[in-house]
């Protein structure tokens, strides 16, 4: 007789034994080897984890994934994706730091009347009018202008790649 064991993440075992007699019983001892490794991919926080195309997480993501090569890649909203091959070994367990998503930035260009106004954008100082902050990422942003004995002046801006807004 023979025999063939396909299971899913396991390599195909397959084999021959041999019986005598039509009534006897035969056990068979059969070990599968595993075709899977148990992977963590751990990005920074908040980006997204995709794997072959498909998102498996944000943050990390722990799983199975057979011996082979994937595409893994590492995205973030406002941020340019960072991609890598991997490599699987089946019974090779192991965690991945990715790379981290890239800001996509432009540049805000702030003065005032009176000069030395305290700057704060998403409720965080960036120092003092008149003032280019180079490396703002790209989307909307909250910002006030504030000096004492002044009123606050307070407006959206909309931050776009290699532009300056004034």
Known sequence: YSYKIIS?????SEGLFYLNDVNSVHTEN???????????????EGAGILIDGEEKGRGSWK???KGGKYNVECRKENHKSTFETLEIEAGRDRSVTLASPIPIIGIL????????????IDGKEHGLTPRNINDLIVGSHKVKISKSG????????????????E
């Not at 899913?8 to 195909?12: A, C, R, S, T």
């Not at 260009?109 to 704060?120: E, H, Y």
Request: hydrophobic residues 45%; negative net charge.
């Open 30 to 44: 059969v070990t599968l080897k595993p075709n899977f490794a148990s992977i963590e991919l751990v990005a920074v």
């Open 150 to 165: 002044y009123i606050d002046a307070s407006f959206d801006v909309v931050i776009k790649e290699g532009e300056t807004t």
């Open 63 to 65: 799983g199975i994934l």
């Open 109 to 120: 260009s702030l003065n005032s009347m009176p000069l030395d106004a305290k700057i704060t």
């Open 8 to 12: 899913d993440n396991y390599y195909l």
